[in-house]
């Protein structure tokens, strides 16, 4: 599915970000910035120990008490067919707290540092909707919203990569809504 705009286009993908060939796929890393699971796993998994060694001089030098919440910062995307990870750090949902402007952050961040790198076609997960706890459509809904809104530079694709139906059928009513 793809909107026409003269914004960046925004596609939607049911599947695993890993599979994707773009210039940069966004990780919902944890602030240690030393791997976990769900797509950080995954991310390092197949992208080798070529990111996991970037991620650690980034922690040994401007980042050493880790990357705070709502932050982005690139590596090396390693042997996956991308040419950066931007690892961001998404919000854990919490019932009492509206976070939303920490995770509106992580995309809004992802697509700066995106752009500062020239990348044209970013891959994006459902950031805090996994392990976070996020519920997905509020997930979905903070997402194209922020993304929409944020200054996108040299980025003409932006790919949501969802995992299973569920996430897809979240991402596609939140871009029709
Ligand atoms: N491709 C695309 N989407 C995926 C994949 C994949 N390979 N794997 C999972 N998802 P999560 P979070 C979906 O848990 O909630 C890690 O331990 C998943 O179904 O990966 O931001 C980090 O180190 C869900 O919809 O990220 C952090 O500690 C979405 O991706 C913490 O988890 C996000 O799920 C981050 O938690």
Redesign the pocket.
């Known amino acids: 599915m793809t909107e026409a705009a003269s914004r960046p286009a925004i596609v939607l993908v049911q599947?695993?970000?890993?599979d994707q060939s773009v210039d940069a796929i966004v990780n919902?890393?944890?602030s240690?910035l030393l791997?976990?699971?769900?797509?950080?796993?995954?991310?390092h998994r197949r992208g080798g120990p070529e990111i996991l060694a970037d991620c650690r001089r980034l922690r040994a030098s401007h980042y050493g008490k880790g990357l705070p919440t709502g932050h982005a910062v690139a590596t090396t995307a390693g042997r996956l067919p991308a040419r950066w990870v931007i690892h961001t750090?998404?919000p854990?949902w919490r019932p009492d707290e509206d976070r939303s402007p920490l995770l509106a952050s992580c995309y809004r961040e992802s697509l700066r540092v995106a752009g500062e790198l020239g990348a044209r076609t970013v891959a994006f997960?459902?950031?805090?909707?996994?392990?976070?706890?996020?519920p997905?459509d509020d997930?979905a809904r903070v997402a194209v919203r922020a993304v929409r809104e944020a200054a996108a530079g040299s980025v003409e694709e932006i790919r949501f990569?969802?995992?299973?139906e569920v996430?897809y059928r979240a991402f596609e009513e939140a871009v029709a809504g």
């Open positions: 599947g695993d970000i890993t919902a890393a944890n240690s791997g976990g699971g769900g797509v950080d796993g995954a991310i750090v998404g854990v997960p459902a950031i805090s909707t996994g392990i976070c706890g996020w997905l997930g990569v969802l995992f299973d996430a």
